[in-house]
């Protein structure tokens, strides 16, 4: 629970500290500028927000891990709720708006897990999580988005220590087998997520679980 409530307020302050230009950089989802991100973060927020208000008595169906569908295959930008996001974020028109509902939603959600019991049941997408599990999963998907937000602005902050060493400890549980140990944990997520394309160096020290990525988690 921690954990989240670190990711999250760290990426927020990650969105706060945009200019009005940064908006328009391109961020390190594919097809997607930082505003299209930053809109697919208040979704993000909203769907914290919905599943902690739908608990179930249901038994867990999936985990922190099988929580994610893992395709080979990248996305291919086709997707009709990767397009209405674009069309969304550009409606916004002012950043600033986007960052007030952001702040305002993603507040929302971040006093919602704390208040939760990580032993409740919820249910998302027709299957059942304890919350803790949900939580957890959303650890990763705030860090790694938090590296897709500063992908392409230097200097900027890093998501937090421990979150990038629990997403990383979370990919290679999804992978089947870890990263090499000479690997930052930053790399060891781009790399396994398909972000970026391993150097040759990289490629060989994978060795046989090169086979095993990139993952392509949604």
Do not use: K
């Not at 505003?35 to 038994?59: G, K, N, W």
């Not at 949900?134 to 937090?160: C, K, N, S």
Request: contains cysteine; aromatic residues 6%.
């Amino acid at each position: 629970m921690d954990l989240f409530t670190r990711s999250w307020a760290a990426l927020r302050a990650a969105v706060d500290d945009l200019s009005d230009e940064d908006f328009g950089r391109p961020s390190g989802c594919s097809g997607w500028l930082v505003r299209d991100l930053v809109c697919h973060l208040i979704v993000d927020a909203q769907d914290v927000l919905i599943t902690l208000a739908t608990p179930s008595d249901r038994e867990p169906t999936r985990d922190a891990l099988t929580y994610w569908d893992v395709s080979r295959t990248p996305p291919t930008g086709d997707d009709p709720l990767d397009a209405l996001t674009v069309r969304l974020a550009a409606a916004y028109e002012d950043p600033h708006l986007l960052t007030f509902h952001l702040d305002d939603v993603g507040s929302a959600a971040g006093r919602a897990a704390l208040l939760a019991d990580p032993a409740g049941r919820v249910g998302t997408r027709d299957e059942v999580l304890t919350v803790g599990d949900f939580l957890a999963a959303y650890v990763m998907e705030w860090t790694l988005h938090h590296l897709d937000l500063i992908a392409h602005l230097p200097g900027a902050e890093q998501p937090p220590v421990e979150g990038l060493a629990r997403s990383r400890e979370m990919l290679e549980g999804i992978a089947g087998s870890p990263f090499p140990t000479s690997w930052h944990d930053v790399d060891a997520l781009l790399v396994g997520t398909g972000r970026r394309a391993p150097t040759e160096a990289e490629q060989a020290e994978l060795g046989n679980a090169a086979s095993r990525v990139p993952l392509y988690l949604g």
